[in-house]
Every structure is written in C-alpha cells, then in structure tokens.
C-alpha cells in the first residue's frame, strides 16, 4: 500500500533540484554532440543515441529525451523541449504519418508514441502532425488492447518477411503498450490498461521486449495506471515488485524503480532517489546503462535468448547507450516525478 505524504526534507528537496537542473543541462549540450560528423539531418534541436544496422537513432530518442525535459518544467529545458517538437514536427513527410527509430527508417509505434507525449507535455496534441502520429499508434492496436511496435505494412521496405517471420515485431508489447496508455487519446479508444491489467506478470512485473530490464516496462505500466486512475491493485503490486529491486548499481534501472514508485504515490522513491544524486556525474549526465536488445523479428519472447551480441548493431545484438542521453533522460524524468510527489 502507497505510504502516507510525509514531511518533506528540504535539504533533499533541494539537493534533486539541482540535480535535476545540471541533468537537463547535459541534455541540452548533448544535442548534435551525438551526432556522428556526416549524419543526416543533423540539428541541434535533436539528440542522437543508440547505433542500430549502421543507423544511430534520432527520431526516437529525441521524443525520449524532449519528453524528459519537458516533464522537468525548467523554463530553459521546456524551451529546449519545444525546439525538439517543432524539429519532430518537419519529419513524418519522410516516412508516413508516424515517427521511426531514425528519419530513414520504417515509423513504428514506439518512437510515435514518445513524439506524441512531448506533443502532449507542451500541450501541442491538437497539431496536425501529432494528431496524425496518434492515429498510427492506435493503428497499432491489437485485438486485445495491446500496442504493436510496427505493423506488416510498415515493416515492408525493409523486406524481413511476413506473418510467423515478423511474429515478434507485429504483437503487442509491454513495454510499447504502457508507454502508450499514457497518451488519453490511445487510452480512451482502445484498451490499453486492460491489455496491462491482463499481462501483469505474477510476481507483480510487466515484460520488457526491448529492454534487458524488464523494469521499463513496469515502471511506466505503473505510471500510466496510476494516471488513468485504474486497476489500482495492478498499480500497488507493479510498485511492490520496484520496490523489491535489483540491479542496485544502473542509474537506469534505479530511475525507472524511482519513476514508478513516485507514480504509485509509494514513498519507496526516496532511498532510490538519494542512490540517483550519488551516481551522478560532474557534467550532469548519469552513466551509460540502458540496455537495448534487438530480438530477431520472428521471436515473441525475447528472455529466451542467452547470448546477445555485445559487439555488433544488428539482430540479436544488445546496444548501450553510449553517449548517456537515454540514461539521463530517465533521471530527468524520475526526479521529475520524485520531486513533485515531494512537494
């Protein structure tokens, strides 16, 4: 059960603001920094993050990263957010009405879904571009609520094959599903926080398809219940099962535990909060500790696989995120959050 508000501890308080305020600032230097010499479409209103079959990320992670800065509220990292919007604005005339892990490859519901909640934080869900991206997102949903990362049609021009070949790739996903539930437009016309409330694991955790930690996609199961104000039992045992953690040494995964834990109005947050101002960096960032898999597109259940490739981009590889920007974007959003549940 979430604990009572307490007291709060100003000290603290004020400790994470400006941990907040020097992790906004790395991610606002961070932008183009990223970007390798020769990258098109180079701005320094995106970030770069993440190199995939030859490509790095750049649609994606800057949905990420500017939903991040414009959860902080600072004025300078919602400014920056801003700029990240109108930039994400410019590119769907590229590929389709959706977003895509980088301007040149297939939209899919995952990058889409990031560029809608920025879209939303700045109050901009009435533009035309991001009216259009929710509609490919809900375009996504399959008949059990949950949200697909692409669809057959969208997977096309990369030719991987169709029906059991791109299994994987075309079912719905955790952790796609709850960063979708977010989003009232996605949640008030297909079933997303019922496809969670079914898909909850036993112990009390959703399945990451992306993600070696399966704590993203609980973290944001959990705060998309919350924010829809169902399937409160749901919510207090996905907090339960953050709050029982592990991986005590990745910035990224102590975020994530801290994020859904201030979701759930669960005061566990605070020890996990202090861990975050420890790990912290001279130059604002937190460590590289994002853990990206790229599951071949026939496989459904990706923890079956034992030998991810650490050393290539491809299928069957694991990527960090080596210039910090993702790591850094989910502290920005965790104290974000801690610290509003603080006040």
């Known amino acids: 059960m979430a604990t009572p508000k307490r007291s709060c501890n100003w000290s ?46 750049d649609e994606w992670v800057t949905g990420y990263a500017g939903s991040a800065l414009a959860e902080a509220g600072l004025p300078e990292a919602v400014e920056g957010a801003l700029s990240a919007w109108e930039w994400l604005a410019e590119q769907p005339a590229k590929h389709g009405p959706g977003f895509g892990f980088n301007t040149h490859t297939p ?18 869900s009435g533009h035309p571009c991001c009216i259009q991206a ?20 969208s997977l096309r021009p990369l030719n991987v094959g169709t029906g059991e070949a791109i299994a994987g ?24 926080c019922g496809y969670l409330a079914a898909t909850q694991q036993n112990d009390g955790s959703w399945r990451s398809y992306w993600w070696m930690d399966h704590e993203y996609a609980t973290a944001f199961a959990v705060e998309a219940l919350a924010r829809a104000g169902m399937y409160s039992d749901a919510v207090e045992r996905g907090a339960g099962w953050l709050a029982r953690g592990r991986h005590r040494d990745s910035p990224f995964v102590i975020a994530l535990r801290a994020l859904g834990l201030a979701a759930a109005r669960d005061r566990g947050y605070e020890p996990l909060l202090h861990q975050l101002l420890e790990l912290q960096l001279p130059d604002g960032s937190w460590p590289a500790s994002a853990r990206l898999r790229i599951p071949p597109p026939a496989i459904r259940n990706p923890d079956c696989i034992w030998n991810w490739d650490e050393q290539s981009d491809g299928v069957g590889s694991l990527i960090m995120d080596r210039f910090r920007v993702f790591t850094t974007a989910t502290a920005v959003r965790a104290l974000a959050a801690c610290l509003y549940q603080s006040r």
Do not use: M
């Open 169 to 192: 790739w075309t079912t719905a996903h955790d952790c796609v599903t709850a960063g979708a539930a977010w989003l009232p437009e996605v949640r008030d016309r297909v079933d997303v």
């Open 134 to 153: 929710l509609a490919f997102v809900r375009n996504c949903a399959q008949p059990d609520g949950g949200i697909a990362s692409y669809t057959a049609e």
């Open 107 to 124: 939209q899919d519901a995952d990058s889409t879904l990031w560029a809608c909640r920025l879209a939303a934080t700045l109050n901009r």
């Open 12 to 57: 603290s308080v004020r400790a994470a603001e400006q941990s907040l305020r020097s992790g906004a600032a790395f991610l606002l230097a961070a932008r183009a920094k990223a970007a390798a010499p020769a990258a098109r479409g180079s701005s320094a209103n995106s970030w770069r993050e993440f190199i995939a079959f030859g490509v790095r990320s």
